[in-house]
């Protein structure tokens, strides 16, 4: 069992920064692939970036060139540096892991309890 832990959010200016940070548990964090999907009210939920175990990015359409995901192996913590922020942003965040399930080529997705995100206008 994998437990992901949001920080960061709140209420950002049109035009402004957030940082988002998740925590997650386990002892193998860097063979996660990590990312940060998003749901506005009465809209589905968004992909927002990925950041493999390998190293890979990719990021949503709406956010390319204004997010950033990162990780630190180190504290077992990913990511997402929101800039040049639009009203559009204002969602819940969820940071999301999937984790490789030893022995199999599968693995199980984690997702945590979400953050707010607010961009003021």
């Known amino acids: 069992q994998v437990q992901l832990v949001e920080s960061g959010g709140g209420l950002g200016d049109l035009g402004g920064s957030l940082r988002l940070s998740c925590e997650a548990s386990g002892s193998i964090f860097s063979s996660y692939d990590m990312g940060w999907y998003r749901q506005a009210p009465g809209k589905q939920r968004e992909f927002v970036a990925i950041?493999?175990?390998?190293?890979?990015?990719n990021y949503g359409d709406s956010v390319k060139g204004r997010f950033t995901i990162s990780r630190d192996n180190g504290k077992n913590t990913v990511y997402l540096q929101m800039n040049s922020l639009k009203p559009e942003d204002t969602a819940v965040y969820y940071c999301n892991a999937d984790v490789p399930i030893s022995g199999s080529l599968f693995k199980h997705t984690y997702w945590g309890q979400g953050t707010q995100v607010t961009v003021s206008s």
């Open positions: 950041l493999t175990s390998g190293g890979r990015t």
